[in-house]
Nanobody
């Protein structure tokens, strides 16, 4: 499956953005989906994940209550709604698809397919 992330941009503290992840060439609903981010000079870190058919979601503590992950399998698209953005949220955001076991849902090794990333910059 191929993934294309979009929706990033330059916003101010407190603003909102919605990222999208469009899938092609494969069965999107066969995979769990995750969002990760990587800031300059830092490791790629887990943001959020959602199981194949939605319902069960997981979030990093740093984004709980502000970000919401969702998916529309009919449209082969996943989303990350980001509210109350902070400068620390500045990073390149990547969507990923795979079949992680529960213990790997927040680990990059749990995902087989990756999008190209979309830049999110939050100014103070």
């Amino acid at each position: 499956v191929q993934l294309q992330a979009s929706g990033g941009g330059l916003v101010q503290t407190g603003d909102s953005l919605r990222l999208s992840c469009a899938a092609s060439r494969g069965s999107f609903s066969a995979y769990g989906m995750g969002w990760f981010r990587q800031a300059p000079g830092k490791e790629r870190e887990f943001v959020a994940a959602i199981r194949r058919y939605g319902g069960t979601t997981s979030y990093a503590d740093s984004v709980k209550g502000r970000f919401t992950i969702s998916r529309d399998n009919a449209k082969k698209t996943g989303y990350l709604q980001m509210n109350n953005l902070k400068p620390d949220d500045t990073a390149v955001y990547y969507c990923a698809a795979g079949t992680p076991i529960l213990s790997e849902i927040a680990a990059t090794r749990g995902y087989h397919y990756w999008g190209q990333g979309t830049q999110v910059t939050v100014s103070s």
